[in-house]
């Protein structure tokens, strides 16, 4: 097998310079006021080829300079057993996303989304200053944001880009981005999440003994992503962070978050775990209460709601089957011609140089992968579940990772795209400074609650 002292090329470096080429290009072409959809570059596309490419040449090296003579057969059966995982975890998945949709489904109708829009309505007020008071964008971008926090991603992506048609409206220069859009956009990267339902159903999937264990650390580190895309975007457009409102929200929250990473600190890890599931029970409980008495009083037939968003948490489940299988076979072989491997032992070496937990080493690949491909991202989590355990930190630190930020290049492809902006101005660098703090919350916090 190789070694870190191997005189051939490191699959880390290979990796890490494609990462590298993806990321300035669309960076240079974004600087040089010219969008790149993510489609014209096939980002996902590429790292696919590049994944299968890399087994293929790692198994070379392995047959023919080290003799390895059953890598190739290894790699073959990860393809059949990749294939037959990802076509098992799809069909697993239809019951609990079906619970969840229904659940959902039942809170949209019975106006949960509004209820949340009108309560940060003061908020968001003096955060889009330039926006006209009563303008009815404010409602469309409060559903959105809310539809996000929920886990309604159906309904928050067509929210969204008619947000974006009315931001558009009252854009000045209809080729460069207003402070509003990219406020807009920047907190909807951020991915701040109430209810983590797919991953919840994943984890589940996978054989978590507590699916929802991870509910707690992810919504704290989705937060402090939030907070500093909040902050970044409030820096570059000169609005006034010591408005009365604005920070009074911000130590509220702020400090609701910190006090419980104190706490979870000043606990055993056994109470910790206890509590911490505790009190992801009775919020996931609560929110279900919340969601059935409110659409009771505004006399909804729950039960037909129910089945309703039911349904298409089946249809949800059979259509991820195809992309979960194509990209977990990739990763498969990726990690059957021992790359993976080398890649996370790399990765550990440094970890251990910077005084980081090593063992955290094997979630750097999700988080590498989140800000250019959610499927990739998710395929990585699931297939650090797999071969790490869904109750180890790795697995659960795959899972904080996938819900803590989103996609950044494909929202910003997308909802630029749709209204024909070409220079994004500070989009991209808050969106990615977002990426950086939630992707160093994610470790801290997982460090300090499965450590």
């Given at each position: 097998m ?12 290979i990796?890490?310079s ?10 240079s072409?974004?600087?040089q ?70 659940i ?19 908020f ?31 309904a ?33 990267a ?52 010591w ?13 609701i ?14 109470t ?97 992968m989140k ?11 699931i297939e ?14 795959c ?52 450590g």
């Amino acid at each position: 097998m190789f070694t870190l002292c191997s005189p051939y090329i490191h699959p880390f470096h290979i990796a890490f310079s494609a990462y590298r080429f993806l990321f300035f290009y669309h960076f240079s072409c974004i600087y040089q006021k010219k969008i790149v959809p993510l489609r014209s570059i096939m980002v996902l596309n590429y790292i696919w080829i590049g994944l299968i490419l890399l087994a293929v040449i790692m198994g070379c090296v392995q047959f023919f300079v080290f003799g390895q003579s059953e890598i190739f057969t290894e790699i073959l059966n990860s393809t059949f057993a990749s294939a037959k995982n990802g076509f098992e975890i799809s069909i697993g998945l239809t019951g609990i996303l079906a619970l969840w949709m229904g659940i959902l489904n039942i809170g949209q109708q019975g106006g949960v989304v509004n209820t949340l829009s009108r309560g940060v309505a003061p908020f968001f007020r003096r955060i889009f200053p330039e926006i006209p008071p009563k303008h009815p964008v404010f409602g469309t971008m409060f559903m959105n944001i809310a539809s996000n926090m929920l886990g309604l991603d159906n309904a928050a992506t067509p929210i969204g880009l008619k947000a974006m048609a009315q931001l558009q409206e009252i854009n000045p220069d209809k080729q460069k981005a207003s402070n509003a859009m990219i406020m807009f956009i920047v907190l909807g990267a951020s991915g701040l999440t109430i209810i983590p339902t797919t991953i919840m159903a994943y984890r589940a999937q996978m054989g978590a003994a507590n699916p929802a264990d991870v509910f707690l650390p992810l919504m704290i580190a989705t937060y402090f992503s939030t907070l500093a895309g909040l902050l970044a975007c409030c820096f570059m457009q000169k609005i006034k962070i010591w408005d009365k409102v604005i920070i009074g929200t911000i130590l509220l929250l702020t400090g609701i978050m910190v006090g419980m990473l104190f706490a979870a600190r000043s606990l055993p890890e056994a109470t910790l775990n206890t509590v911490s599931a505790l009190i992801a029970a009775v919020l996931l409980l609560s929110v279900i209460c919340w969601f059935i008495i409110q659409a009771t009083v505004r006399k909804v037939n729950v039960y037909e709601a129910f089945i309703d968003g039911a349904k298409g948490g089946f249809q949800t489940a059979i259509g991820i089957i195809p992309y979960l299988i194509a990209i977990l076979v990739a990763v498969g072989m990726f990690r059957a011609s021992g790359a993976m491997g080398l890649l996370e032992q790399g990765i550990g070496h440094l970890f251990a140089w910077m005084g980081v937990n090593p063992d955290m080493a094997g979630a750097v690949p999700t988080a590498l992968m989140k800000p250019l491909s959610g499927s990739g991202a998710r395929g990585m989590m699931i297939e650090a579940m797999a071969t790490h355990g869904a109750d180890s930190l790795v697995g659960r630190l795959c899972c904080i990772l996938q819900g803590t930020t989103d996609t950044t290049f494909y929202i910003i492809a997308v909802y630029f795209g749709s209204v024909g902006i070409k220079n994004t101005r500070h989009a991209v660098g808050c969106c990615l400074f977002c990426d950086l703090i939630g992707t160093i919350a994610a470790f801290i916090i997982a460090n300090i609650f499965f450590g």
